[in-house]
């Protein structure tokens, strides 16, 4: 049963403050994404966790053992990183083995985890081999396996699966889900891609500049975004922003005609559509956005459209079914329960409520 | 490598340089292989065959056997404190430390130094009545009175290869340095959380990394120090005794002072084969190395 804590974790190089207080509490089991721009301090966390650098203040509890100044090989702590790090002149098996190699594990024990873990892993032909002899995916499930073999506690992995191409990356991405429902582990999981964090998290951390912008569970991140920051950094094509003016009786989005009925605070309200809450069918009490179609990309499943309205400019996620021709006009519908309302000067969000005209 | 036949083209852009090429090497090598197998003398007429008798002579010679083990102990000393000496100074210069950007220019010095400044200078340390080493071992009491480190048979190979490790361990350095830095980070994190002990990370992380560069440093080393004849010559001229006479000593003697140019012709050739011998071996180490490095 392994919980993390993190309080009040704070890292400065000289002058500058890289992580600003990060307060975390992980439970055993867990999923965690780190999920952030490059830069934003996520592998500095990280490395502090693992006790490759120490926090400038804060406290590390894993197990409600504190892990400040413990050496990172008594933390029962493994990483993953994004270079695989594996040991060039060693074999693949050896490199599965060698953390038990170093813990002078006998030699019996450690054929038997290692051939375990291949065998999870599906490398088990792969034993004799060199790591140079690999592609980027097999040495990325070496990687896993080495860590795997230690039985830690704790999952660290940094940006795993950042080097690999699009479609390794998904069966990569399935192969770690797999994983970690079947061993139950507890994992913290860097990465600066929404997709992979809406996979794989049970809950996800949104970092902003050092700190935890949100943290919940995917749904909860992308439904109920607590900031613009977040709101506009899941999802793609990214949620719509529009400004309003305050009207009687609601807000005006943009500088279009239409008008969300609604009770709102006196401060300037910034109103957030995500593209695939637009429908071309009529919503029972939503609302009405009109313009003109002004560029159309299909993906495959969807087109991407982009309408062109007075002074603005929305993206609306379309099934790939519905003809659309450049230039023509075209209303979309969104209901309201799907608007996302920001103060326009704090960016936090603001609960609305609509006002729905006696049906 | 590719094995495919050069087209002609190739070969006649190539033409003007291998025309030169073989008149300032070729032309010489031959006329070398023609006086090895001569009694020609330096000065005077062309001189007879005598067919490998040359060879022969220098073969049993006691001149030749003494030089070529002095030349091997040389060699052998002289690059292997290189290589140890080059690596640690790497190692240390890899860590972080303040002055460490004005330690690794300064080690560059001693490399950049003509072979004749270091020779002139270590000569200068070693002179028996104002040597800087007198005085600084009598001085902290290691000696009681004052050597001559260059003229005694017992010390001057040694005074010789301390003179030579100066001046080239800094390469070696250098190359480990880069290939030092070349290491990735992760790696090493992952040796120390995976709890490797610094020499289980030197051996598993560090090691794998060196030994490609450090095999191209032995390389050039050995053929160099194999060669070695300007420090020798301006140090000890090959004296006390014949004890520094290394074999290009040997080749410079023979021909030029004793003028036998025909018996100093066969001895350049065996060097020459014996530096082609270790290229060789180096070369197909390497090959084996890069093979493996993937
Ligand atoms: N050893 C270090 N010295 C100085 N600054 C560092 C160091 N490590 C990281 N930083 C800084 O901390 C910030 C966060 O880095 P990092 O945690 O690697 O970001 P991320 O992993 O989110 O891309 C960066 O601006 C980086 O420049
Ligand atoms: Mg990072």
Redesign the interface.
């Known amino acids: 049963m392994s919980t993390l804590e993190l309080h009040g974790i704070r890292k400065s190089y000289g002058a500058l403050e890289t992580l600003k207080g990060i307060d975390l509490d992980l439970q055993n089991g867990e999923f965690l994404v780190l999920l952030g721009a490059s830069g934003c301090g996520k592998s500095t966390l990280l490395?502090m966790i693992?006790?490759?650098s120490e926090p400038t203040a804060g406290e590390i509890i894993l197990d409600g053992r504190t892990l400040n100044g413990v050496h990172?090989?008594d933390?029962d702590?493994?990483?993953v990183?994004?270079?695989?790090?594996?040991?060039?002149?060693?074999t693949v098996a050896r490199n599965i083995g060698?953390?038990l190699e170093?813990?002078n594990v006998d030699l019996t024990t450690r054929k038997k985890a290692v051939a375990e873990a291949a065998e999870m892993l599906q490398i088990s032909h792969l034993l004799d081999r060199?790591p140079?002899?690999l592609s980027g995916g097999q040495r990325q499930r070496v990687a896993i396996g080495?860590a795997m073999v230690?039985k830690p506690k704790l999952f660290l992995f940094d940006e795993p699966l950042s080097n690999l191409d699009a479609k390794l990356r998904m069966e990569m991405r399935s192969e770690l889900k797999r994983l970690h429902q079947m061993l139950g582990v507890t994992v913290v999981y860097v990465t600066h891609d929404q997709i992979e964090a809406m996979t794989l998290a049970t809950r996800i951390a949104v970092m902003n500049g050092g700190q935890i912008e949100q943290l919940g569970t995917p749904a909860e991140i992308y439904n109920r975004p607590t900031s613009r920051f977040v709101a506009e950094f899941m999802g793609a094509p990214p949620m719509n922003i529009l400004p309003t003016s305050a009207v009687a009786g609601g807000l005006r989005l943009g500088t279009t005609k239409t008008v969300w009925r609604c009770h709102h605070p006196a401060s300037e309200i910034v109103v957030g559509i995500r593209p695939e809450a637009l429908k071309t069918k009529t919503i029972a009490g939503g609302l009405r956005l009109s313009g003109r179609v002004e560029l159309i990309e299909l993906t495959g499943p969807e087109q991407i459209v982009s309408l062109a309205l007075d002074g603005a400019s929305i993206t609306a996620s379309l099934p790939a079914e519905e003809e659309l021709r450049l230039g023509q006009a075209l209303d979309l519908y969104v209901d309201t329960e799907r608007l996302s309302a920001f103060d326009a000067e704090t960016g936090l969000r603001v609960e609305i409520t609509s006002e729905h005209p006696k049906a | 490598m590719s094995t495919e036949r050069l087209p002609l083209r190739v070969w006649l852009l190539m033409l003007p340089l291998l025309i030169v090429m073989l008149t300032v090497i070729g032309w010489p090598l031959i006329d070398t292989i023609r006086l090895s197998f001569s009694d020609a003398r330096l000065v005077g007429t062309g001189g007879h065959f005598v067919g490998l008798h040359n060879f022969t002579k220098m073969l049993s010679n006691s001149y030749f056997h003494s030089a070529f083990f002095t030349t091997l102990k040389f060699s052998l000393w002289s690059v292997t404190l290189e290589l140890v000496i080059g690596v640690l100074v790497a190692l240390l210069l890899n860590q972080k430390f303040h002055g460490r950007t004005l330690l690794r220019a300064l080690l560059i010095l001693p490399w950049a130094l003509p072979t004749v400044v270091n020779a002139t200078l270590w000569r200068l340390i070693y002179n028996p009545e104002y040597g800087a080493l007198n005085a600084a071992l009598t001085q902290l009491g290691f000696l009681d009175s004052y050597r001559s480190w260059l003229g005694e048979p017992g010390t001057a190979l040694t005074a010789l290869i301390v003179a030579d490790v100066w001046k080239n361990f800094p390469l070696v350095a250098l190359i480990a340095l880069a290939a030092l830095q070349a290491i990735?980070n992760?790696?090493r994190?992952?040796?120390?959380?995976?709890?490797?002990?610094v020499w289980?990370r030197f051996r598993?992380?560090t090691?794998?990394?060196l030994l490609g560069p450090l095999m191209v440093a032995l390389v050039l080393r050995t053929i160099e120090a194999f060669k070695v004849f300007d420090l020798i010559w301006i140090m000890t001229r090959g004296g006390p005794a014949n004890s520094t006479r290394s074999l290009s000593i040997l080749v410079y003697q023979e021909a030029f002072a004793f003028q036998r140019a025909g018996s100093g012709a066969s001895l350049a050739l065996m060097i020459t084969l014996m530096i082609t011998v270790l290229a060789v071996a180096y070369l197909f180490i390497m090959r084996r190395l890069a093979g493996?490095?993937?």
């Open positions: 490395n693992s006790g490759l990172p090989k933390r702590i493994a990483m990183f994004q270079s695989y790090a594996l040991y060039p002149n060693l060698f953390g170093m813990r060199k140079g002899d080495r230690r | 990735p992760d790696i994190a992952a040796a120390i959380s995976d709890g490797a002990n289980r598993h992380v090691l794998p990394y493996e490095g993937r």
